[in-house]
């Protein structure tokens, strides 16, 4: 099937409706529960246990056979009737015409199905403020930018990811080295030299490796999720859609094989540290490691970032505020003229520092 190909899939979507007047609910993080916001009723989560690691064996026998066509999701808004289509790989949206919160029902989802959710830990309004507070400390951003930075281009995200548990055992062999000193020679020629004492090393080196955290999507990719993180996935829940009710959700677009394959980077470069920490050494001349894995579990589970978007001039900027902590990361636009100023002010505190030293 071609690039150009759209499929239209029309799936069910989960709604939440409040006991007292029947209006739509929407997860409350604040509270950790569902609200309405027409009577201002809440509601506690179904069923709300810890996530499970699930063996990786599985997973890969469950790996995604879907076709490479553009598809776009459709779903009949409950509440008025509406043909709302989802971008491709949406799974949580709001319907435009009346607002009602839907989710993408599990059993409708391709592949892999989420088994985790690290809940928001805050709402909007706090993300819009946390969000402000980043943009008053960039130094060289115009004051036009941080006075009119709001929060109508912040939306609440849920993104995937696979965590890796996995219990290592490495075997290795190395040389090392540590360098000396001695004097040689007599008279003139007297000097001091460097050499090195080399040696080699081997041995069994084991270590158990908790949550590796990778990334799944483009949309908050690898480098985007470590410049907010840490994200502490020992404290997600089982996964309900009922924690994405007025939320976006994307489904996971890097493949579970490929994400294993960079936490294995991740975990070969930590046991390499660990293996050289033992030794005391100045140079390290190579070092040969074979690692084996065993009771491999990982956990598709879902990551939450406030996502700010903003236009300063004719450019767009974006920045991330992580759901939990409120750390927040981006790009903000620069003021030509305040780094100008720093510039020459610098030269001058420099020039008078010059004439202050000679002077005395």
């Known amino acids: ?12 979507t989960q709604i939440t409706k409040c006991d007292a007047c029947g209006a739509n609910m929407l997860f409350h993080p604040d509270t950790h529960t569902l609200y309405c916001e027409h009577c201002g009723s809440h509601k506690r989560i179904k069923n709300e246990t810890d996530a499970e690691e699930q ?6 026998v469950q790996c995604d056979d879907a076709e490479n066509a553009h598809k776009s999701v459709v779903f009949s808004c409950e509440n008025c009737g509406a043909k709302v289509t989802m971008a491709e790989g949406e799974t949580a949206k709001s319907c435009p015409f009346c607002g009602t919160a839907h989710v993408t ?23 819009i403020e946390f969000g402000k507070a980043w943009a008053r400390k960039r130094l060289f951003a115009p004051r036009k930018f941080k006075k009119t930075l709001k929060g109508d281009g912040i939306n609440g995200v849920y993104a995937p990811a696979f965590t890796f548990d996995s219990q290592t055992t490495s075997s290795y062999v190395g040389r090392i080295g540590t360098r000396h000193t001695r004097t040689v020679g007599y008279g003139k020629n007297r000097r001091v030299e460097t050499y090195i004492v080399w040696r080699t090393i081997s041995g069994t080196f084991n270590q158990f490796f908790n949550d590796i955290l990778i990334s799944a999507g483009s949309k908050f990719d690898q480098k985007k999720m470590q410049s907010v993180s840490p994200y502490y996935t020992d404290g997600s829940v089982a996964y309900s859609e009922e924690y994405l009710l007025g939320y976006m959700s994307y489904r996971y677009e ?6 294993w394959s960079m936490a294995r980077t991740t975990m070969d470069s930590a046991i390499r540290k660990g293996i050289l920490r ?13 690692t084996s894995h065993a009771n ?18 004719k450019k767009l900027y974006n920045y991330y505020v992580n ?3 409120g750390k927040v990361k981006g790009k903000a636009p620069v003021s030509p003229w305040k780094v100008l100023f720093t510039t020459l002010l610098g030269i001058g505190v420099a020039v008078g520092l010059y004439f202050l030293i000679t002077l005395l």
């Open 55 to 60: 063996d990786i064996r599985f997973a890969f």
């Open 1 to 12: 099937m071609s690039e150009e190909t759209v499929v239209d899939q029309t799936v069910q």
């Open 254 to 259: 890097e493949s579970i094989d490929d994400c």
């Open 323 to 325: 759901g939990c902590s």
């Open 105 to 127: 029902a599990t059993e409708e989802l391709e592949g892999l199905k989420p088994n985790a959710v690290l809940p928001f830990a805050f709402g909007k309004e706090r993300a």
């Open 278 to 290: 033992q030794y005391s050494y100045n140079v390290l001349d190579y070092l040969n490691v074979s």
């Open 296 to 313: 491999v579990t990982y956990k598709y589970v879902l990551l939450p970032v406030y996502v700010g978007s903003f236009k300063y001039g």
